[in-house]
């Protein structure tokens, strides 16, 4: 399950911390904070927030899993062959027993997989799924994932936290939840308790204490030393960072893939036509939005799939090719005033974003943009009702099909493709990756079309992280296994 450190290293590696921290609660853990609701880290099911995600990482295993550098790593499947025509993935499962005392069989791995394939339909990740045709126990520890047609990610995709093999509620992970209140503790599991030989004179990690509050909270508790990380920022609490000379820790950015952008909620009034809609993004000034923020290395983009993707990508030219900002503002205002004399209204949207001082800086921003073109916008407190919905997005897998299936026409409240959902499904069963490529480009190209969604360019991860603590890594998933945190590296 995990790489043993040595009893010395790890005990110097925590008093040090502690000594840093200054409190005496770290006594009794490695103290994380994480900005989210305080209840939002202990969520069940299938559908968790990112804290949850990270718990669940910590307390279960799937087949493979990914380390602090976000790449995929054995962890109930000790190795793994792909056939050649790249539609088949073989695992070869450790020798690892349940609580109970049970081995773990490869007819319960796929029991668990079809399970949490069934219960997550009408979700985004249930679509991303569908490349899964068939999955077979070819013996009492191999186990066979068949796919529609090859796709490269796939061990990507199947890394993610809601697909870690359970049996009856329990789970074979590297580390234990306990909960204190508001905090989870998480403790590392005894090798015996999984099946690993007990090792002499080491010891598995250190035990994390992770709690969710509000950015200011959050931040307040990493400067004052009662947390040794602060992870999981966004764009929306960046502004709440101390990264001042005399900050404790220094701000580590992650180079996240992903979606940042406004999705079209309703398609009346104004945004009852694509054009209307393709104005607002037009008049957005994108490279100017995050200036205010410092952002070193953000990459705007008006495209839904990103131009840095290792394949599936580029094919696509970038939109309004030999527009300025002003000639591109000048087409918009036209829309605008037609519209405003067709129908005797003034263009109003309501745009709903997330909490935060970043959420106030984009506001005004985006304001200001809107009203180049003669379009006011305000701002909303429920994104039920609202006519633009801010998304914030860490994309699971570098494949353009995830950022597709993200606006299936049935998950979206507002315009939609069917078009481009029926070319993402044509891409499932391509014979070879040129052709499914094709078929993704072609896809984006009938989305943009629709202007169902108004993207600004990649999210924006942020972590605070004290000097010396050691398994933390910047990666394009912005995800920090906390087992890593605690010195437990998996398997």
Avoid at 81 to 106: K, Y
Wanted: net charge negative.
């Amino acid at each position: 399950m995990a790489r043993l450190l040595p009893h010395s290293i790890v005990t110097l590696a925590l008093a040090a911390l502690l000594a840093a921290c200054g409190s005496s609660e770290d006594a009794d853990g490695l103290p994380v904070v994480t900005i989210a609701a305080p209840e939002s880290i202990f969520e069940d099911g299938l559908r968790l927030s990112p804290g949850a995600q990270m718990v669940r990482d910590a307390t279960s295993s799937g087949i493979v899993a990914l380390n602090a550098e976000g790449e995929v790593v054995p962890a109930l499947g000790e190795s793994w062959i792909v056939t050649e025509d790249g539609r088949s993935f073989i695992f070869r499962l450790r020798q690892v027993t349940w609580p109970d005392g049970e081995p773990l069989t490869a007819q319960e791995a796929r029991t668990s997989l079809l399970d949490t394939i069934r219960e997550l339909r009408g979700t985004s990740l249930g679509l991303d799924l569908r490349k899964v045709d068939e999955i077979r126990a070819m013996t009492n520890r191999v186990i066979e994932i068949r796919l529609t047609g090859p796709m490269p990610e796939f061990l990507q995709l199947l890394a993610q936290p809601e697909l870690a093999i359970t049996r009856d509620g329990e789970s074979i992970g590297p580390m234990r939840l306990t909960r204190e209140g508001a905090v989870a503790v998480l403790e590392p599991t005894e090798p015996e308790e999984i099946g690993l030989p007990e090792m002499e004179d080491e010891v598995r990690g250190m035990t994390l204490r992770l709690r969710a509050m509000g950015g200011e909270d959050a931040n307040r508790a990493f400067a004052a030393g009662q947390a040794a990380a602060l992870l999981d920022g966004t764009i929306f609490t960046l502004p709440l960072a101390d990264t001042g000379p005399l900050s404790r820790g220094t701000i580590r950015l992650d180079p996240a893939l992903g979606l940042f952008g406004m999705v079209v909620t309703n398609d009346q009034g104004f945004l009852a036509e694509a054009e209307n809609r393709e104005a607002i993004s037009m008049a957005i000034d994108r490279p100017a939005l995050l200036e205010q923020f410092s952002v070193g290395g953000w990459q705007p983009s008006a495209q839904i799939v990103p131009r840095n993707l290792p394949s599936e990508a580029g094919a696509l030219t970038e939109r309004w090719p030999g527009l300025s900002l002003d000639a591109r503002r000048e087409q918009a205002r036209t829309r605008v005033t037609e519209w405003s004399r067709a129908t005797g209204q003034e263009a109003r949207l309501r745009l709903w974003l997330p909490d935060g001082p970043g959420s106030d800086r984009l506001m005004n921003a985006l304001s200001l943009d809107l009203a180049a073109i003669g379009v006011e916008l305000r701002r909303v407190q429920f994104a039920e009702g609202a006519d633009l919905v801010m998304i914030d997005r860490t994309a699971r897998y570098p494949s353009a099909r995830w950022f597709l299936n993200q606006f299936n026409c049935a998950l979206l409240p507002g315009p939609c493709s069917p078009d481009a959902d029926s070319l993402v499904t044509q891409s499932l069963f391509a014979a070879n990756a040129d052709e499914a490529a094709n078929l993704l480009v072609e896809a984006e190209g009938a989305l943009i079309a629709q202007e169902a969604y108004i993207p600004l360019g990649a999210p924006v991860r942020w972590s605070l992280v004290r000097s010396g603590l050691e398994g933390f890594s910047e990666n394009p998933w912005a995800r920090h296994p906390l087992s890593a945190l605690a010195g437990v590296e998996l398997w």
